[in-house]
């Protein structure tokens, strides 16, 4: 599956953001769809991943537990990351992936076999 992200952007301390991530075929009952992030002389790391089986069970990065949300539109074939209250510390370039990892494996990019090209927020103090 191919993945494009996109609603990247500059925001305050504060604001909100949407990320958008279109896939190129149907992820419903399909993939497990997850988001990471990476900061400049960072690792790339979890945010948020929605599971394709289990009913659709959402898991989150702590740092960003109620505050971020990720939702599926099936419809669409795509994924979104909606960012509240985001602090500088979110500052990153954000990237959508798809996979079929078991459990213990999707909260790691070794969960995700396709990712997107990524998306740069930038979140001004």
């Known amino acids: 599956v191919q993945l494009q992200a996109s609603g990247g952007g500059l925001v305050q301390a504060g604001g909100s953001l949407r990320l958008s991530c279109a896939a190129s075929e149907p992820t419903l009952n399909t993939y497990t769809m997850g988001w990471f992030r990476q900061a400049p002389g960072k690792e790339r790391e979890f945010v948020a991943t929605?599971?394709?089986?289990?009913?659709?069970?959402?898991y989150y990065a702590d740092s960003v537990k109620g505050r971020f949300t990720i939702s599926r539109d099936d419809a669409k074939n795509t994924v979104y990351l909606q960012m509240n209250s985001l602090k500088p510390e979110d500052t990153a370039v954000y990237y959508c992936?798809?996979?079929?990892?078991?459990?213990?494996?999707?909260?790691?990019?070794?969960?995700?076999?396709?990712w997107g090209q990524g998306t740069l927020v930038t979140v001004s103090s």
């Open positions: 992936a798809a996979g079929r990892g078991i459990t213990s494996t999707i909260t790691t990019p070794r969960g995700y076999s396709s």
């Open positions: 929605m599971r394709w089986r289990s009913g659709g069970t959402t």
